[in-house]
């Protein structure tokens, strides 16, 4: 009998290879909240790493009270829950690529004036905006000002304020001082939530005070949030959906939630994820590059890649 014939155990889920620490403490959040309760042994066999290491993020969670130890695993403290952006930056990582690739493609030509609040989409829109000597770009945000000052041509405004740990921004009235004395042509707001009836919405309401600022000095409103976002509301209400003026977003998106928006007037825009990391890859095959495939099928017995087909 070989090997790969001997089945599980039943419950037990086969192991992954090891799973890089902010992506276990990811998941490990997110249990907590539909489970109440964790357990080292399992967590260990499940992300292919040591019950010690285990240990040592639980600890880490626990300092940032999230949740609280118990004998063998950890228990929910309060676990409603906003995940701080370090641990959110892997999730849906391709989709927030592509919807930040979007955007950038709506940008006009010639002099303009951005902004940015916090996020881990709005942090992947920092990372792809153009070198422009004519884009200014303000922010309450310090992941996303840190990507933007390594483009030496770009204006960079960082407003003031008090720092939020957890979602790296800057937020409170020094923040929306600054932010009342500028003109604003294009607001990219992240959130986490938006509904038709609900609004734009996010955990913490100094947060949501400060994205309001900025949102009320924007010509053009544009959300910009993974599908997890859609139809979903929580604490703090950032603006009326009626505020936006569209809303990007990607293909996992409930096909309800997109129709309601839509129905009250915000454009959506959907990107296809798939679509945006082939694009993605064309620049490590040159051969695909020139339309041609990088091998025959008279060579390898298979069928070339065709990048039309894409």
């Known amino acids: 009998m070989n090997v790969s014939d001997v089945a599980d155990p039943p419950g037990e889920e086969r192991p992954r290879g090891r799973v890089p620490q902010s992506e276990r403490m990811a998941e490990m959040v997110r249990e907590l909240g539909e489970t109440g309760r964790l357990r080292v042994g399992e967590l260990a066999r499940r992300f292919g790493v040591s019950e010690a290491t285990l240990r040592r993020d639980l600890t880490a969670l626990e300092e940032q009270r999230l949740l609280t130890r118990t004998h063998g695993g950890a228990l929910a403290q309060g676990v409603a829950c906003e995940l701080p952006v370090r641990y959110r930056e892997g999730r849906s990582r391709d989709a927030k690529r592509a919807i930040a690739r979007q ?38 945000a310090l992941n996303a000002a840190m990507e933007i000052v390594l483009r030496p041509r770009v204006k960079l405004v960082v407003v003031g304020g008090v720092s939020r740990p957890r979602s790296y921004e800057l937020v409170g009235p020094w923040a929306e001082q600054v932010l009342a004395s500028i003109d604003i042509g294009t607001a990219f707001i992240g959130v986490d939530g938006i509904d038709a009836a609900g609004g734009i919405t996010t955990h913490d309401e100094n947060e949501a005070r400060t994205n309001r ?95 039309t087909r894409a």
């Open 103 to 140: 955007a950038v493609r709506g940008l006009p030509a010639g002099p303009h004036v951005i902004a940015l609040t916090g996020g881990t989409t709005t942090g992947e829109l920092a990372k792809e905006l153009p070198d422009r000597a004519d884009l200014t770009v303000v922010t309450n």
């Open 213 to 307: 600022a900025m949102l009320s000095r924007a010509q053009r409103v544009v959300v910009i949030a993974d599908g997890s976002k859609l139809g979903k509301r929580t604490l703090a209400r950032i603006g009326d959906i009626a505020e936006v003026d569209e809303l990007i977003t990607d293909s996992s998106a409930d096909v309800g939630s997109v129709a309601a928006i839509r129905a009250v007037g915000v454009r959506v825009t959907v990107v296809d994820v798939l679509a945006q990391v082939l694009v993605g890859l064309k620049g490590t095959f040159p051969a695909c590059d020139a339309g041609k495939a990088p091998f025959t099928a008279r060579d390898e017995g298979k069928v070339p890649f065709s990048p």
